[in-house]
């Protein structure tokens, strides 16, 4: 019975509860006006309203509201929608959690006016499904947030790899790849990814890899530059690394590393006047008198 008083409710007096809903979340401080229209934010309130309105309709049989029963799929699904679109706009996780509860104390409130109860036992019954229902709808948005905070994280660490990483054509048969910042294993994954592609789009012969903005070298920054190199040669290339400083070359005796017979210059001027020789390519200063 307790169930059939909530779904009666939610059914019968849809525009109240709504109305109040929305007087929860302005009194709260939930509404956004700088994100999302009025009308945009009714839309929003109102799917999720109807497909809570369905599970509950859906659950008076049972007289049990079970959050992961079949017949909240509707509400998952609606919940998923607003929160995607609303974690895109940049609402807060804490926001859109409050959001949800804010739709607890109205109902509340036509609960205890509503159920004709003389012991309150069916009132208490109505209250405590309704709490379990919300707080594990709030928990299930809290986590569709975090998800997508995730995504957005994951494509954001993908889009500055890709800036981070890449590729110029500076000359017919010559690429360079100039490298900033520090140089861990997952960006010389990426590195070497994007350098080997290069190599076959561009059809380039010449491999210019310039490390005058990498901040420090040491053995596993020089391995990576070194793996590099390598994988450049078994594809047909040559690679010369530039932007070999004083400090840099200091360092990388000290730590033994070996260039074997990797091509090394201290700047990316030296480097591509290296390419052009070795490509038999002259380039002809023209300077008008």
């Known amino acids: ?116 109860d003389s012991n309150g036992k069916v009132l208490i019954d109505a209250v405590n499904q309704f709490t379990r229902l919300i707080d594990s709808v709030s928990l299930y948005t809290t986590e569709l947030c975090i998800s997508e905070r995730d995504k957005t994280i994951r494509r954001q660490q993908e889009e500055m790899m890709e800036l981070a990483s890449p590729v110029v054509e500076l000359w017919d048969r010559i690429v360079a790849v100039p490298l900033v910042g520090t140089l861990d294993s997952m960006r010389a994954q990426e590195v070497m990814e994007n350098t080997l592609s290069a190599i076959v789009d561009k059809k380039a012969d010449i491999v210019i890899i310039d490390i005058t903005g990498v901040l420090t070298v040491d053995t596993q920054v020089a391995q990576h530059l070194i793996r590099t190199a390598a994988a450049v040669r078994l594809m047909g290339a040559e690679a010369i690394i530039s932007g070999i400083s004083p400090r840099i070359a200091q360092t990388m005796v000290q730590l033994g590393v070996d260039t074997g017979e990797i091509r090394t210059r201290s700047s990316l001027r030296m480097a591509l006047a290296d390419a052009f020789r070795q490509l038999d390519t002259d380039v002809i200063s023209r300077i008008a008198k």
């Open 1 to 116: 019975m307790p169930v059939r008083y909530i779904h009666v409710i939610l059914d019968n007096e849809r525009e109240l509860l709504l109305k109040a809903w929305g007087s929860t979340q302005a009194e709260e401080g939930l509404i956004r006006r700088d994100l999302f229209t009025e009308r945009e934010a009714r839309t929003q309130t109102e799917m999720l309203y109807d497909a809570l309105s369905k599970g509950v309709k859906a659950s008076v049989e049972t007289d049990l509201l079970d959050p992961d029963a079949e017949c909240w799929d509707d509400m998952r699904a609606a919940l998923a929608d607003v929160t995607r679109e609303r974690t895109k706009r940049g609402v807060s996780t804490a926001e859109m959690a409050a959001f949800v509860l804010a739709l607890k104390y109205p109902l509340f409130e036509r609960l205890r006016t509503t159920v004709d």
